[in-house]
């Protein structure tokens, strides 16, 4: 199925974009690390500037999107509608929350905004696991 999503967005499909498109959607969310420890698990090496280098193919076409946790920290994951992130701060799991943003973009646009290009809201908290097992570090 990537094959041609790949091909509409004018790249070649070549196994190592199906591989990481594949293990990226089995992940979720996924920062390059954490890919490249998962790729290196099934057998795949790919160094690590080569995989920065394809994340940043698929993230320019729109194939994948990514999530800036910090100025350093960023997670990719497969585009998809829009939605909005929650963060766990304890055991930094990432959640996807089905929530539409055209309110956001509503009142931004009210306050005489020039333009909006993306929108991106980002919830910190403590997930359902870590609520009912606190870990203290
Ligand atoms: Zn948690
Ligand atoms: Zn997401």
Do not use: W
């Not at 729109?62 to 994951?77: D, N």
């Not at 990432?94 to 973009?105: A, G, H, K, N, Y």
């Not at 905004?113 to 919830?123: E, F, G």
């Amino acid at each position: 199925m990537y094959q041609q999503l790949l091909k509409s967005k004018g790249l070649k499909s070549t196994p190592q974009r199906i591989k990481v498109l594949t293990m990226i959607a089995n992940a979720g969310h996924v920062d390059i690390n954490q890919l490249s420890d998962d790729l290196k698990q099934s057998g795949i090496k790919i160094p690590l500037a080569t995989l920065y280098r394809i994340l940043g193919e698929l993230s320019s076409v729109g194939i994948l999107h990514t999530v800036a946790l910090s100025r350093e920290k960023t997670k990719y994951e497969i585009a998809k509608g829009e939605h909005t992130h929650f963060l766990c701060e304890q055991c930094g799991q990432l959640e996807d929350l089905q929530v539409t943003m055209s309110e956001i973009v509503h009142i931004a646009q009210n306050a005489c905004l020039h333009s909006i290009h993306a929108v991106s809201v980002m919830l910190h908290g403590v997930c359902q696991s870590c609520g009912v097992n606190p870990t203290y570090k």
